[in-house]
């Protein structure tokens, strides 16, 4: 039997199933904190970053919060394995190279979250933002920098508009198991996936956008983390209350995570 057939077992299937779907699980309680802290800053209360770290942070001050962060930290490796297998043996060369890159992502935040629960704090809050600058200033250091760091906020906007799109048309649905939800359940999902993935997509849409004025400009400062793009969307006409849609947007999305992680396809 080879390898891949192996894989496509029924142990193989519920490996990666589990594996999914705690990922799921755990991206949910990411997304859930950093919409939090976001709305606690839209209030005045700006104490941790709206990022990774500070939801990282934030999961550390609870009771048992380095066992919980070890429990995330599986969950990011189980995405990122379920992510891999998709890499693999998917059916679509597309889609296997986004898989590819998911695995990726979700790999290098994994190892983030188990170094912070190890007590390397240095990705965690109030460091996400500094990470960027210096990130973009050695990348328009190199031949081509600018065009390169250009390129990177292009994607990243195009990533987050094409996410937004697709959660407007509702594309998940083809990943659910609708068969097995109520109508009430249904609409739910619906609110928090449409809700969620245009807030997600925003955010992602405006931190390519710093990107691609760090580029134009060759201001590394212009780059922005996860943290000051969320806090940027304070200083438009629409002042705080932008802030607090974006939050709640957010937090949906990890309600959004969570309801994948119990009705998607893996």
Do not use: C
């Not at 991206?27 to 904190?33: E, K, P, T």
């Not at 606690?40 to 209360?45: H, L, S, T, V, W």
């Not at 906020?153 to 068969?179: D, E």
């Not at 390519?208 to 943290?227: Q, W």
Request: glycine share 16%; aromatic share 10%; proline share 2%.
């Amino acid at each position: 039997m080879s390898i891949r057939n192996k894989a496509n077992g029924k142990s193989g299937r519920t490996v990666v199933e589990v594996a999914g779907r705690w990922g799921f699980a755990a991206r949910g309680v990411i997304y859930l904190l950093v919409g939090f802290l976001a709305l606690r800053i839209a209030f005045g209360d700006g104490g941790e970053q709206a990022d990774k770290g500070g939801a990282l942070a934030e999961v550390a001050a609870k009771p048992m919060g380095s066992v919980l962060l070890w429990l995330l930290g599986i969950g990011l490796v189980g995405m990122a394995l379920w992510q891999l297998t998709e890499a693999l043996w998917g059916n679509k060369t597309t889609r296997r190279l986004l898989s590819a890159g998911r695995a990726v992502f979700y790999a290098v935040a994994a190892w983030s979250v188990f170094t912070f629960a190890g007590g390397d704090h240095s990705g965690g809050g109030g460091q996400s933002d500094r990470k960027s600058d210096d990130l973009t200033a050695r990348a328009l250091e190199l031949p081509a920098g600018q065009w390169l760091v250009a390129a990177a906020g292009i994607g990243i906007a195009v990533a987050g508009a094409v996410g937004a799109v697709q959660a407007l048309r509702r594309s998940y649905h083809k990943h659910l198991k609708l068969g097995e939800m109520s109508t009430r359940a249904r609409r739910a999902v619906d609110v928090a996936g449409v809700g969620g993935g245009v807030a997600r997509g925003l955010v992602f849409m405006v931190a390519g956008g710093f990107a691609l004025r760090a580029a134009i400009t060759y201001r590394p400062s212009e780059a922005k983390g996860v943290d000051d793009t969320i806090r940027s969307f304070a200083d438009t006409p629409a002042g705080p209350w932008l802030l607090v849609a974006v939050a709640l947007g957010l937090a949906l999305y990890g309600l959004f995570s969570f309801a994948m992680a119990r009705w998607r396809r893996v």
